[in-house]
């Protein structure tokens, strides 16, 4: 059976604590939560734990998350013992706006795929982290990483996600998930 790790983090800074998104490995992980297809169980990481985060991931078959490439691993960066390059990915995000000709919010294609939505924003979990309301955090971390997991899920047994466009026309968009084992 093919290990595949779910990933998703949150940070301590906003993008605009850091001076932009371009500065992405500045804003520094509060948490990261994984699930695996191996345990079937989800593994929480704090900052210190992040060198058992980089073993898990170097092990997988496949790391699956959502803007993974252009977040998740940037902020990575400044704590990887080695690059990321390397590990073998997927990004939902990527797919699904090149079949969308734009970037869709996981929260919107779980709502029109799944029937249910993310259930906070990302853009609080840097003042759940100050507040020390780590609980909290990790539960809505685990929510973004259980919602990719079921969204690639569905992609893979079913071959399409869907997303309310702009003008809330709801939108199917083929993914072909399946090579990649579920």
Not at 7 to 21: M, S
Not at 119 to 140: I, Q, T, W
Request: glycine share 8%; net charge negative; aromatic share 10%.
């Amino acid at each position: 059976m093919a290990d595949l790790v779910f990933l998703d983090l949150e940070t301590r800074k906003t993008d605009e604590e850091v001076g932009g998104w371009d500065h992405a490995e500045d804003m520094l992980v509060s948490v990261a939560v994984t699930f695996s297809t191996v345990d079937g169980r989800f593994h929480v990481y704090e900052e210190q734990d992040l060198p058992f985060l980089f073993e898990e991931l170097f092990a997988a078959d496949l790391v699956v998350g959502y803007n993974i490439r252009e977040f998740d691993y940037r902020v990575l960066l400044r704590y990887a013992p080695r690059p990321l390059d390397h590990v073998p990915t997927l990004d939902l995000a990527d797919g699904i706006a090149l079949a969308a000709g734009h970037r869709v919010k996981l929260d919107n294609l779980a709502k029109t795929t799944l029937g249910s939505g993310k259930g906070g924003a990302g853009s609080e979990a840097p003042n759940l982290f100050r507040e020390g309301l780590m609980y909290e955090l990790v539960k809505y971390c685990t929510q973004d990483v259980r919602i990719t997991r079921d969204l690639y899920r569905h992609g893979a047994a079913h071959g399409m996600v869907a997303f309310k466009d702009f003008d809330g026309t709801r939108r199917e968009v083929t993914v072909d998930w399946r090579r990649n084992g579920i």
